[in-house]
């Protein structure tokens, strides 16, 4: 017999109400028997599970996705679209759905205590990334509508700038665009990139090893305030060869467009990237038109002092295989803090007014992005830097996201039949209620809304006291505990230290070697293990070293596995890493690594060729459990890189797999994996600013040097340790069938943002979560 409980899946589908009557309570004794006891199931019954292999490069969620995945959970496919970023079987097997928000903290907080985070990182196999948090986080997953307050952020994106008699509360003389441009208007050739800055950003030049089969433009003629600008876009889809060009749009002065064509790729087309481009198999499978043709037209089509204006342009003109002296890239224009780039549909929001690659079409319209970039380079140039900075376009970026999050709920939204639907509505339309569970001092919007019953507490310890008791008796429960952020320098601090870990975790140090060592010979070995950032020769010791800074930690692990200890040319050689006081506990940080629910069942492999991707790729099969094959690309010339990440079902799936991949008939080399899809594109916007000469002491600021040494409850490493342990102990009472989330929104301050992360599994009756 099934026992009286909240369940999410079939039960709210059919609409029963197991609610209890108002007023009337269920004994303590009575919930723990029913949050303990497994439902009794039919031998090989079917489970709910979840799947994440549909998420996104970076493995970051919005706020509306978490959204649709929570309607989901309630309603089932028959009543709402499925989450488009990650599957959700057998849903109507679900009991329950809980989602405990520990606000106050962030993805940093997460990785600083990573090991006090212990029962959470290894109960929850599926991680993601969140954006930075919003004004009212709860009521974005939630999906409640925004009440419109004195302000209206859609009217902050309007294009007209601040007028004259606007206050400006921001401190122009911190913007970048002022430190770099200063506040005076700048003519064109002040906005023309510099060699320097071309050899920084990637494009392509003269003489550069990968750019021998390019193509120069031949515009070599002066550059002048009157020379002519030409907006440039391309769009790009994947081949066997890496991306290539599918379509160019040139657009002159004035918004006429000179030229657009499709191009027909030289090699096999494995992906059209139809969401991006808007191109397909079958807009492209009549096209003769091919890249050299191109190349022809556009030569001819340029004068000798065109400046080419783009977004990003490094890219197009990389596509076009062409080399162009004089380009406005708008991306590089429109300078953001920390090297980070606005959006092309951000700028053209905010400083243009107008809306572009519009959701409700089929790709980006080329010819619409370079007419877009031409408005935004004439922008600039007619009302000069200290205007551009007066729109504060940091702020106006974050209103974007809001808006951006509201519009994605309400695009889903129209597929269902109530539009505008909420989580709230959904349980409502089958007679049930949500629970909130709050500190009194942090309710938020969703604390006020029908059909939510909250429970407002005194403390963090309340809250988990009140869980314990009433999480059994609601089929939606949402757990919010709050803690005390660090000072916003502090944090600031905190996210360099935490980089430049990182940085010295994925370092190693060899030697010594004999001074007639063969350094080619050397600089291959240590390359097999994956791709490095830097290769120094150490000459300050008696015998020489090496220092060796990889891409990924698995990389430089695998070097210290293969390698110390080893006979080399004769001498017995030392791989490690350089001791600092933030690579001491380096040892346990990585065994607990490879034991994270998530990393277990993924393996990471170095040495794949183009032909193992396509050979991979083709027969997948090969491998039992196999759920998705991850190809890290090279973000400027969009090729494969010589490493890859195979991701399984169980742990002993990807044991086996592994085995064979590094057995002498693949000779790849390969071992577990330590670091998940969502920290890498974290730790890849690594500012330069953050990184130091290796094995210089940093001293932690004083205040929180006080803070650990009395032990205070509220310091976040302490709190990261007891809270993680008591919520961890909390879900893993939950009953069999619980879809749990665990939610850390990001923080915000002045000095910037920090984005979020997620952890989430469903309660297996096995006792882990899937």
Known sequence: MEPERGRTGALLQKGRKRRRAPGKHVGAAEARRARSEPEERQPGAKKARLSTSLLAENYEVTHGQLCELLKYAVLGKSSVPKPSWCQLFHQNQLNNVVVFVLQGMSQLHFYKFYLEFGFLRKAFR??????????????????????????????MM????????????????????????????????????????????????????????????????????????FGLDCEMCLTSKGRELTRISLVAEGGCCVMDELV???????????????????????????????????????????????????????????????????SLLYVREQGRRFKLKFLAKAILGK??????????????????????????????????????????????????????????????QQPNTSVLECLDSVGQKLLFLTREADASELSS????????????KEVLEQARMEIPLFPFSIVQFSFEPFSPSLTEEMDKRMRIKWTEMSTVYAGPFSKNCNLRALKRLFKSFGSVQSMTLVLETHQPHLCIQYEVLEAAQLAIESLHGVLVDGTCIKVQRPVTELTLDCDTLVKELEQDSENRGTIYLSGVSETFKEH???????FFGLEAVILPKDLKSGKHKKYCFLKFKTFGSAHRALSILT???????????????????????????????????????????????????????????????????????????TLCLILLPGTESTHGSHCGLGLMGIKAYNMVSR
Not at 268 to 280: A, C, N, P, Q
Not at 361 to 367: E, K, M, Q, S, Y
Not at 390 to 410: C, F, I, K, Y
Request: charged content about 25%; proline content about 7%; aromatic content about 6%.
């Open 126 to 155: 599926h991680k993601f990334r969140l954006p930075p948090p919003s004004s009212d986080f709860l009521a974005d997953i939630i999906g409640l509508q925004k009440k419109q307050t004195t302000g209206d952020p859609s009217k």
């Open 616 to 622: 991979l790729l083709q027969q997948s099969n090969l």
């Open 158 to 229: 309007q294009g007209s700038l601040p007028s004259a008699s606007s206050e400006v509360t921001i401190n122009l003389q911190n913007d970048p665009i002022i430190q770099k441009y200063g506040f005076k208007k700048v003519g064109l050739t002040r906005c023309l990139l510099t060699k320097e800055e071309m050899k920084t950003f990637h494009f392509p030049l003269q003489d550069f090893p990968d750019c021998e089969n390019f193509v120069p433009t031949k515009c070599n003629g002066s550059i002048t305030e009157s020379s002519p600008l």
């Open 355 to 416: 809306d572009i690659q519009c959701p409700d079409r089929l790709g980006h319209d080329a010819t619409e992005d370079a007419r877009t970039t031409l408005e935004l380079a004439r922008y600039f140039l007619k009302y000069g830097p200290k205007k551009i900075a007066e729109l504060n376009l940091e702020a106006l970026a974050s209103h974007q996201e809001l808006q951006a999050s509201v519009q994605e709920q309400r695009n889903t939204a129209e597929v269902v």
């Open 449 to 460: 809304s029908r059909n939510c019953q909250t429970v407002k507490c005194l403390s963090n």
């Open 264 to 330: 027909k790729p030289d090699n096999r087309i494995l992906d059209y990237l139809t969401s991006f481009s808007g191109i397909t198999k079958k807009i492209l499978n009549p096209v003769t038109t091919r890249l050299k043709d191109v190349q022809r037209q556009l030569k001819a089509l340029l004068p000798p002092d065109a400046v080419l204006v783009g977004h990003s342009l490094d890219f197009d003109l990389r596509a076009l295989k062409m080399i162009h002296p004089y380009v406005i890239d708008t």
């Open 663 to 737: 057995g002498k008939d693949w000779k790849l080399k390969g071992r577990h994996a330590l670091t998940s899809r969502h920290l890498h594109a974290w730790l890849r916007a690594l500012p330069p600013e953050s990184r130091r000469p290796l094995g210089l002491r940093v001293i932690p600021p004083a205040s929180e040097q006080q803070a650990l040494q009395t032990l205070k409850v509220d310091h976040p490493k302490i709190a990261a340790w007891r809270w993680g342990r008591k919520i961890g102990n909390l879900s893993h009472s939950l009953c069999p069938g």
